[in-house]
């Protein structure tokens, strides 16, 4: 029998938009074996992933214990969230409208 499959609703901020962010997160992902999407607006990075318990598990550690190399990752939440099923793992285009409540880098 497969095992169990979820899905969670993740919320990342601090400085995470322009460091690399989403394609990180997509390896990861995909790496796990995960189905969902990434992307970022106005409040940071938001992710729905879904798959495996554990390895949801595991890419919650991940993001908190290794982000890229330029990000400043200041929390990172879930939720559950109904399992949709489908497969792979997609970016979605950066979506924006209020005021920005992100860090964003400087630009040298």
């Known amino acids: ?3 169990a499959l979820a899905r ?10 322009g460091v690399g962010f989403r394609p990180y997160v997509h390896a990861l992902a995909t790496g796990l074996g995960l189905a969902g ?4 607006d106005e ?5 729905e992933a879904e798959g495996a318990p554990d390895r949801i598990d595991r890419l919650l550690a991940e993001l908190r214990e290794h982000p890229p190399p330029l990000a400043q990752v200041t929390a990172v939440s879930a939720r559950a969230v109904a399992v949709r099923g489908g497969s ?9 409208g209020g ?3 992100t860090i964003v880098p400087p630009i040298e």
């Open 43 to 47: 409040r940071g990075v938001f992710i």
């Open 88 to 96: 792979g793992f997609t970016i979605e285009a950066s979506t924006s």
């Open 8 to 17: 969670r609703a993740i919320r990342v901020t601090g400085l995470v938009q």
């Open 37 to 40: 999407f990434v992307g970022n």
């Open 99 to 101: 005021r920005a409540a």
């Open 1 to 3: 029998m497969p095992p």
